[in-house]
């Protein structure tokens, strides 16, 4: 599984972004995405994930009803769509992905086996 995630930029404060991850394989539809991100001198965090189906996702709660994950299995690809952005939301923002049949979705970084390379975002004030 390879992932490449795109869509970084730089954005003033309470403006909006949007990251995408594409998938090189062949069964995304069996893959769990999440989104994490990672500012300097910090840990790597857990954002959103998003189950296979599409049906399940969860938030941390820094992002709750700001950001929203979503994905298009028919184009291997999930989207974190990023509103009222904050300087706190700076942060290299990693998609990461796990193989599995169950719709439950994780937060935790040693559940998810693959990731991409990140995407920087910086917020500006």
């Known amino acids: 599984v390879q992932l490449q995630a795109s869509g970084g930029g730089l954005v003033q404060a309470g403006g909006s972004l949007s990251v995408s991850c594409a998938a090189s394989?062949?069964?995304?539809?069996?893959?769990?995405m999440a989104w994490f991100r990672q500012a300097p001198g910090k840990e790597r965090d857990f954002v959103a994930a998003?189950?296979?189906?599409?049906?399940?996702?969860y938030y941390a709660d820094s992002v709750k009803g700001r950001f929203t994950i979503s994905r298009d299995n028919a184009k291997n690809t999930v989207y974190l769509q990023m509103n009222s952005l904050n300087t706190e939301d700076t942060a290299l923002y990693y998609c990461?992905?796990?193989?599995?049949?169950?719709?439950?979705?994780?937060?935790?970084?040693?559940?998810?086996?693959?990731w991409g390379q990140g995407t920087q975002v910086t917020v500006s004030s």
């Open positions: 998003i189950s296979w189906s599409g049906g399940r996702t």
């Open positions: 990461a992905a796990t193989i599995t049949a169950s719709d439950y979705v994780r937060s935790s970084l040693r559940n998810y086996p693959y």
């Open positions: 394989v062949r069964t995304f539809s069996r893959l769990n």
